[in-house]
């Protein structure tokens, strides 16, 4: 059967379909097959979110705009079923329940707000790469408000992860000025960022220091693409891609001096990244030098995945 995840992020919203082949007895044994559709749009969701509290006129519309011609494309393909999560800026809007009551009402749509916890479990999921040990394996997904640690306990059997209210949109909003932006507000956010990483549990920062990492969602796809001189998207060399500690800094130390003008003129960020680019580096390099982590392996891979492969609990 075909199925469709939709991720409704900070920034993003994404869209699979993909065949899907379900396990009779067990639903976290399901396979996907054949992608039909793999998109992601640019609709800012969560701007303002942080000091607002609450979701923007022009960005719900720029939403149900999105929600509509994913809706479209899902009726194309005969979808059996829609698996639609949000998570970091609709777990903080007051009127998150508003909005997608108006999203279901428009376009049958129903928007499942997820934890977390549940969060991080569907991204580890759904970010490993098939040739990856999930023992060994550290998932670190870089969001728009929020940025999640997952790895694997109890011998394998259980995912366990935490989610920290910090992504790039949020960093970008909270602390960076000017453009280029100023150094005094870059090293404000580094201090800070800092400061996030230490609030994660010791058991699981020790784990974090140990294990190898994979690098999910659209910071380290981004900065992979950059790095190959990419000028559109390509999952097969985005997958698998290792980026040292060294590029990393690099990257984040040239993005971070240039005006957005310019920036804006890449392909692999357009207007839909180009303002939060520099946060997102920013976050994964102040990360690898706290865990003192020599690089990462990137994933072109997501929440979107694990959605279809464990669908949560639907929303009541």
């Not at 640019?42 to 942080?50: A, M």
């Not at 999560?85 to 009402?105: E, G, I, L, Q």
Request: glycine share 8%; aromatic share 6%; charged share 25%.
């Amino acid at each position: 059967m075909i199925e469709a995840a939709i991720d409704i992020g900070t920034n993003t919203m994404l869209l699979l379909i993909a065949e899907v082949s379900p396990s009779k007895n067990d639903q976290s044994n399901r396979q996907l097959g054949q992608v039909f559709e793999d998109h992601i749009r640019f609709v800012r969701l969560g701007q303002g979110v942080h000091q607002n509290r609450a979701f923007a006129p022009e960005a719900m519309e720029r939403s149900i705009k999105c929600f509509r011609e994913f809706k479209v494309l899902c009726d194309k393909h005969h979808v059996t079923a829609i698996h639609a999560c949000a998570t970091s800026a609709s777990r903080d809007s007051a009127n998150s329940k508003d909005f997608y009551d108006r999203v279901r009402n428009g376009t049958g749509i129903s928007v499942n707000i997820i934890d977390g916890a549940t969060e991080a479990r569907l991204s580890f999921i759904g970010g490993l790469l098939k040739q990856q040990d999930p023992k060994r394996t550290a998932i670190m997904d870089i969001g728009g408000g929020s940025t999640e640690f997952v790895v694997l306990r109890d011998e394998g059997k259980a995912v366990h992860g935490q989610s920290l209210d910090m992504g790039c949109v949020r960093a970008t909003e909270m602390f960076l000025k000017g453009d280029p932006y100023t150094m005094a507000s870059l090293e404000q956010m580094e201090r800070n960022l800092k400061l996030e990483w230490n609030k994660l549990e010791p058991a699981l920062q020790c784990e974090l220091r140990e294990k190898e990492w994979t690098g999910i969602a659209g910071t380290p796809t981004t900065l992979a693409g950059i790095s190959q001189g990419m000028s559109e998207f390509n999952a097969e060399k985005l997958d698998g891609y290792r980026m040292d500690r060294c590029m990393v800094g690099d990257l984040y130390e040239a993005l971070a001096t240039e005006p957005q003008s310019k920036r804006v003129l890449n392909p692999l960020m357009g207007t839909g990244r180009a303002d939060i680019i520099v946060a997102g580096a920013a976050i994964l390099f102040t990360a690898m030098e706290f865990f003192d982590k020599p690089d990462i392996v990137v994933s072109s891979r997501g929440l979107r995945h694990g959605v279809l492969l464990n669908p949560p609990a639907s929303a009541g």
